[in-house]
């Protein structure tokens, strides 16, 4: 089967300005994860969604930090604007069941300058 | 308060020789837990779940509720195992992550 696809792959901009993540989960996976991943540390939930509702978003920063998934598949992450602190590797993941396997996208590496 | 600790950052061995990577969690109902990988240049990857007692790769790993702790074991370390290794504690629909430990196995 296909796997999780994200793009893009790598994104560099400027503090202030804005980006956007786009992820499209696995075919008939309900649930979509985003995770933010600071170097040297483990991927932290950003938000969850379950088809096209959000389960749980409670550390989405949501000031400058949004997502929508729409028609419950593809999803997109928006950061406006970004911070110097927001560089990361942003990965999508996507699921069937609860507690089933979380499988992964190749990540989307932002730096912020 | 939920919590995962890998407390190595970095576990270096041998070929051929036994490896532990350890975790220890913080969490007050039952837990899930589990293991993912890393590869270089790979993708995360779920390794293996305690509920399954399963053992994936040649590794193990039992859930020591009496210790809080979730080690993952190897007997005989290959070279093809050196990767990222991230534990995770599964609460309500999400994963918390730990820092992860980098393994090395050299010949």
């Not at chain 1, 994860?33 to 978003?57: A, R, S, T």
Request: with cysteine; proline share 5%; hydrophobic share 35%.
């Amino acid at each position: 089967e296909a796997g999780v696809a994200q793009s893009p792959r790598y994104k560099i901009i400027e503090k202030r300005q804005s980006v956007a993540f786009w992820c499209n989960p696995i075919s008939g996976h309900a649930t979509l994860y985003w995770y933010q991943q600071i170097l040297g540390q483990g991927p932290k939930l950003l938000i969850q969604f379950q088809n096209n509702g959000v389960v749980d978003d409670s550390q989405l920063p949501k000031d400058r930090f949004s997502a929508e998934r729409l028609k419950g598949v593809d999803s997109t992450l928006k950061i406006q604007p970004a911070k110097l602190e927001d560089s990361a590797v942003y990965l999508c993941a996507s699921s069937d069941r609860r507690y089933n396997e979380q499988f992964f996208g190749p990540g989307t590496r932002l730096t912020v300058l | 308060a939920q919590r995962v600790t890998q407390p190595e950052k970095l576990l270096s061995v041998f070929k051929g020789a036994p490896v532990e990577l350890k975790c220890n969690y913080s969490y007050s109902g039952s837990p899930e837990l589990f293991w993912y990988v890393q590869y270089s240049r790979q993708r995360l990857q779920l390794l293996l779940r305690h509920i399954s007692r399963e053992s994936i790769k040649g590794f193990t790993a039992d859930l020591n509720k009496g210790e809080t702790s979730f080690h993952l074991k190897k007997p005989f370390a290959q070279e093809e195992d050196s990767a990222m290794y991230y534990c995770a504690l599964g609460s309500g629909y999400a994963l918390n992550f730990g820092k992860g430990t980098s393994l090395l196995v050299t010949p």
